[in-house]
């Protein structure tokens, strides 16, 4: 195992519309209204810019985000990530029983010096740290939507 290696994955449901939660998704330049751990955006065109993260770890990241897919027929909207995280992530939305169905995945490295060091004692404190920051961020996505909170699915 290469403890600088991380692959995220999850499934939720959410009583908004598909079309909504991609919507809302698709603008990362709100995040920080829904999002408590994304602390500010800076758009540097409609493709490319950065986000400042900060969870409860003592440690802000500023991960460079530039859109490699956006492909609202199919729900997808896919980022390379740069800066303190280094690879990509991915949101895919599809319609399920009058909602949605939201999968997330992300495979990323450090790029901050200090993370890859303490790697291999960090590596379950920083999952942990990565799980909260998603239960906050999907919670503040239905809540922004009006949605009732949101459920884990089974991963497809």
Do not use: C, Q
């Not at 449901?13 to 209204?33: F, G, I, K, M, Q």
């Not at 280094?86 to 200090?114: C, H, I, Y």
């Amino acid at each position: 195992m290469d403890p600088n290696h991380y692959r995220f994955r999850g499934a939720w449901r959410l009583s908004a519309p598909a079309a909504a939660v991609y919507a809302t998704l698709e603008d990362v330049r709100n995040y920080p209204r829904w999002w408590p751990e994304i602390r500010a955006v800076r758009e540097d065109d409609p493709d490319s810019g950065a986000v400042v993260v900060r969870g409860y770890l003592p440690y802000r990241l500023v991960i460079g985000l530039r859109t490699v897919r956006r492909d609202p027929a199919a729900g997808v909207l896919e980022a390379a990530m740069t800066g303190d995280l280094t690879g990509w992530s991915r949101w895919t939305v599809a319609p399920d029983d009058g909602g949605s169905l939201l999968r997330f995945e992300e495979d990323t490295r450090p790029g901050k010096p200090l993370l890859r060091r303490l790697a291999l004692p960090l590596h379950p404190v920083l999952r942990a740290n990565h799980a909260v920051m998603m239960h906050r961020g999907l919670r503040g996505l239905a809540a922004h939507l009006g949605s009732a909170p949101p459920r884990r699915a089974a991963r497809a």
